[in-house]
């Protein structure tokens, strides 16, 4: 008797666990998808000529904590960047990829990184940008 006793003392208990467990998930999913309604779409104009170009444009974007993704099209010479409006800004993407030696439409390009750019990436500073500036 004093063993159907304890088994069910120990059953009730590990109900209980489980259960708080189950509201534990709850709130984080609620906390992701209020997260997901603070993701903020631009698009702006970064000067660059090919693939290696792209490649460090888009890790300069990609490696600030905030951005969730950047994609940049080598033929119209803009970029389009996700990222999380209420821990970053605009103008921060924008000083990331200047860092890196390109010319965004609101930063130039930091001058000595731009120096060591690989001969195809040293674009023409008179090139021309498109404009987008679309914000969503």
């Not at 004093?2 to 059953?11: D, E, G, R």
């Not at 600030?64 to 821990?87: F, Q, R």
């Amino acid at each position: 008797m004093k063993n159907i006793i304890l088994s069910f003392i120990f059953l009730t208990a590990i109900s209980f666990t489980s259960c708080s467990n189950k509201s534990k998930n709850n709130t984080s999913t609620t906390t992701e998808i209020s997260k997901d309604l603070a993701i903020k779409e631009i698009y702006f104009g970064v000067r660059g000529n090919c693939g290696m170009c792209k490649t460090t444009i888009e890790k300069a974007a990609n490696s600030l904590n905030g951005v969730s993704s950047a994609t940049w099209n080598i033929d119209e010479k803009t970029i389009v960047v996700s990222y999380d409006s209420i821990n970053m800004n605009e103008l921060s993407i924008h000083n990331a990829i200047s860092e890196a030696g390109y010319d965004t439409e609101k930063v130039l390009g930091n001058l000595e990184a731009y120096d060591n750019l690989p001969g195809c990436c040293q674009y023409d500073h008179s090139m021309v940008m498109n404009k987008v500036n679309v914000e969503e």
